[in-house]
């Protein structure tokens, strides 16, 4: 019994030490930093690319690819709640007893006045009266109980100890920190236990319920079933003046149940959240290749008032058709442009065979609704081709992460702060009054200990300014 008494007396100690909690809070603030240096969560074959092969199974054995889920990371944290939460339970008692039930005799000051470490947060004063103790009783109670609150008093004969106290419970603010930050560690422990973050790419005009864990060759890990629908209903990169990229916009409507539940455009740090889930824009990119917007006008048929045209997006290499007669074409470009300057033209098919290749001519006197050039090219004036620009065909790639427990984190935060402004700026104060026959037996011996929790200059102002009004009136 003895022998479990002292094991847990010294489990309790070494659990409770502030050495402990300064040993863990640093080691938890160097992963931290490895986990901000090292971008978290990617693909390993990402990894790979970026380190090398050697320095990737370093950084992969040790965790540091994914920290903020390894073992260690867990282990810190709840090793630090626990040295929080018995530190805390440890000095609890001690506290409410000086905040609600203190002792309020006055103590013995030695002859040789009060011990250097003791004098830095308390003030010790004695002088004497012509008054009563019962007098001075009645003037130190109105006195100090206008600055320092409510008296205790404690009395016998002619003796009287008072006790007065101010702010007591904001002792209590150390304590609302350490629950501040247990609270900011249940709800890092539990996204890591309960959230994800997944990667999925979507085409422009598409929709999708499913997004992937990273895995290590590409982002089609584990699927993971979303509670809705995302659609891409457009993606657009905007420009500076200097060609820079400014942002990465996709456009995203949220589908449940068939109706667009909201349509809401994202950026990077601009995310939409929506039913527990945060949905970033992490990458964009372009699923086929980069296509050709001609209109096609057919001019077989001169006598009809209206012409046949029609859009073709046209793929460089591909063949397509071209309405008349079994006609194909294809759009491709020129290894040396020629002196026109216009890099891509025409080919036309028929039975598989290439009958010749037509080049792209442009009238500057002519333009479009976007004032550029009229760039055509003309087939045995019977078919014209006009380019009307490029067609790009984007995809968005979307980070979807689960935090459903942010709240808490933001929760213990709020609590952290508060705490800490209250612990740094409201500070609790004592006055302890003993009032007794002098020992000549004319008049009173007053003598005065002014306590602080912490040492403020403001404080020490104060209780001076307040004693020299007591003295005033005695």
């Not at 037996?441 to 002014?450: N, R, Y």
Request: hydrophobic residues 40%; proline residues 4%.
């Amino acid at each position: 019994m003895n022998l479990m008494m002292t094991v847990l007396s010294k489990l309790k100690k070494f659990f409770s030490s502030i050495k402990l909690a300064m040993v863990l809070f640093v080691l938890i603030s160097a992963v931290s930093v490895i986990g901000t240096i090292i971008d978290q969560g990617d693909p390993l074959v990402v990894y790979k690319m970026m380190y090398g092969p050697f320095v990737f199974k370093i950084l992969y054995y040790l965790g540091f690819l994914n920290i903020y889920h390894s073992w260690y990371f867990i282990a810190l944290g709840g090793l630090f709640t626990v040295n929080l939460i018995v530190c805390s339970l440890d000095r609890i008692p001690k506290t409410f007893k000086i905040i609600f039930n203190p002792d309020i005799s006055f103590p013995n000051i030695p002859s040789n006045g009060i011990k250097e470490n003791e004098s830095k947060k308390t003030k010790y004063y004695n002088f004497n009266s012509l008054k009563s103790p019962n007098e001075i009783s009645s003037i130190s109670k109105r006195i100090f109980s206008r600055k320092f609150g409510k008296h205790r008093e404690k009395s016998g004969g002619k003796q009287f100890e008072l006790y007065f106290s101010k702010n007591g419970i904001f002792r209590l603010s150390p304590y609302a920190v350490h629950l501040g930050i247990i609270v900011i560690i249940a709800g890092v422990i539990l996204n890591i236990a309960y959230g994800f973050r997944s990667y999925v790419n979507i085409d422009e005009g598409l929709a999708t319920r499913y997004s992937y864990l990273p895995s290590d060759k590409n982002r089609n890990g584990k699927q993971i079933k979303l509670p809705f629908k995302i659609r891409l209903d457009r993606y657009a990169t905007k420009y500076y003046k200097d060609g820079m990229p400014k942002a990465y916009i996709s456009k995203l409507s949220i589908i449940k149940k068939r109706k667009v539940i909201m349509t809401k455009s994202i950026r990077v740090n601009h995310p939409l959240a929506y039913d527990g889930l945060t949905i970033y824009q992490a990458s964009y990119g372009h699923y086929l290749p980069s296509a050709a917007r001609l209109v096609l006008i057919n001019l077989t048929n001169m006598k009809s008032a209206v012409f046949n045209k029609h859009t073709v997006f046209a793929e460089p290499g591909t063949l397509y058709d071209t309405g008349i007669n079994g006609l194909k074409f294809k759009f491709d470009f020129y290894k040396k442009p020629g002196t026109n300057g216009i890099p891509f033209y025409i080919s036309i098919y028929k039975n598989k065979k290439r009958l010749r290749n037509i080049n792209f001519l442009e009238n500057r006197r002519i333009t479009g609704a976007r004032k550029f050039p009229l760039v055509f090219a003309v087939y045995k004036k019977r078919l014209i081709f006009i380019f009307a620009g490029v067609k790009e065909y984007y995809y968005s790639g979307l980070e979807i992460a689960k935090n459903s427990y942010t709240w808490i984190i933001w929760t213990g935060s709020i609590i952290m702060i508060i705490s800490l402004f209250f612990s740094f700026y409201f500070n609790h104060k004592t006055i302890r009054v003993k009032i007794y026959p002098s020992e000549s037996g004319k008049g009173t011996s007053v003598e005065i200990l002014a306590g602080s929790h912490k040492k403020m200059v403001s404080y020490y102002k104060k209780i001076d300014e307040t004693i020299n009004e007591f003295k005033n009136y005695i």
